[in-house]
C-alpha cells in the first residue's frame, strides 16, 4: 500500500518518516486491522482506513490533527465505526495515539513503553499527566 492508498492526504512530513518508520506502520496496521469491524464497510476501505491511521500516528501532533479531522470526537466517531472493538478497549478514553502504542507494547509484553513523536506537543503535560 503507497500513498495513494491513503483515505485522503497527510501532510508529507508524516508520510515521509514512513520510509523510517514503516516497520512501526505495520504493526498498528495489523492492530487496526485485527480489531476493524467487517461489517463497517468493504474490505478495501477499512484498509484504508486503518493505514491512514496508522501512518498519521507518524506525526508530532494529536491523532485527530495528524489526520486533519476537526476535533478529538470526529476521531473517535471514525474509530467507533471501523474499529469498535478497539474503543471498547480504551474504556479510559485515552488519547488514541497514545493508546494505540501502549496497545502494541501490552502485545509484545513491554511494561514500560515510550509514546511516539511527542516531545514537541504544547498539550503534552494533558498526556501524560495523571490518568482519570
Given at each position: 500500500?503507497?500513498?495513494?492508498?491513503?483515505?485522503?492526504?497527510?501532510h508529507?512530513?508524516?508520510?515521509?518518516?514512513?520510509?523510517?518508520?514503516?516497520?512501526?506502520?505495520?504493526?498498528?496496521?495489523?492492530?487496526?486491522?485485527?480489531?476493524?469491524?467487517?461489517?463497517?464497510?468493504?474490505?478495501?476501505?477499512?484498509?484504508?482506513?486503518?493505514?491512514?491511521?496508522?501512518?498519521?500516528?507518524?506525526?508530532?501532533?494529536?491523532?485527530?490533527?495528524?489526520?486533519?479531522?476537526?476535533?478529538?470526537?470526529?476521531?473517535?466517531?471514525?474509530?467507533?465505526?471501523?474499529?469498535?472493538?478497539?474503543v471498547?478497549?480504551?474504556?479510559?478514553?485515552?488519547?488514541?495515539?497514545k493508546?494505540?502504542?501502549?496497545?502494541?507494547?501490552?502485545?509484545?509484553?513491554?511494561?514500560?513503553?515510550?509514546?511516539?513523536?511527542?516531545?514537541?506537543?504544547?498539550?503534552?503535560?494533558?498526556?501524560?499527566?495523571?490518568?482519570?
Open positions: 500500500m503507497g500513498g495513494r492508498d491513503l483515505i485522503f492526504p497527510l508529507p512530513a508524516v508520510c515521509a518518516r514512513r520510509a523510517t518508520r514503516d516497520d512501526e506502520v505495520a504493526d498498528l496496521l495489523a492492530l487496526l486491522l485485527a480489531h476493524g469491524d467487517p461489517a463497517a464497510g468493504p474490505p478495501g476501505e477499512l484498509e484504508r482506513v486503518a493505514l491512514t491511521v496508522a501512518v498519521a500516528t507518524l506525526g508530532d501532533n494529536h491523532l485527530w490533527q495528524d489526520l486533519q479531522l476537526g476535533s478529538r470526537a470526529e476521531l473517535s466517531a471514525l474509530m467507533g465505526r471501523w474499529f469498535p472493538a478497539l471498547a478497549l480504551n474504556a479510559g478514553d485515552m488519547k488514541w495515539k493508546f494505540l502504542y501502549r496497545e502494541l507494547c501490552r502485545q509484545a509484553d513491554i511494561l514500560i513503553c515510550k509514546s511516539p513523536s511527542c516531545a514537541v506537543c504544547t498539550d503534552r503535560p494533558l498526556c501524560f499527566g495523571p490518568e482519570h
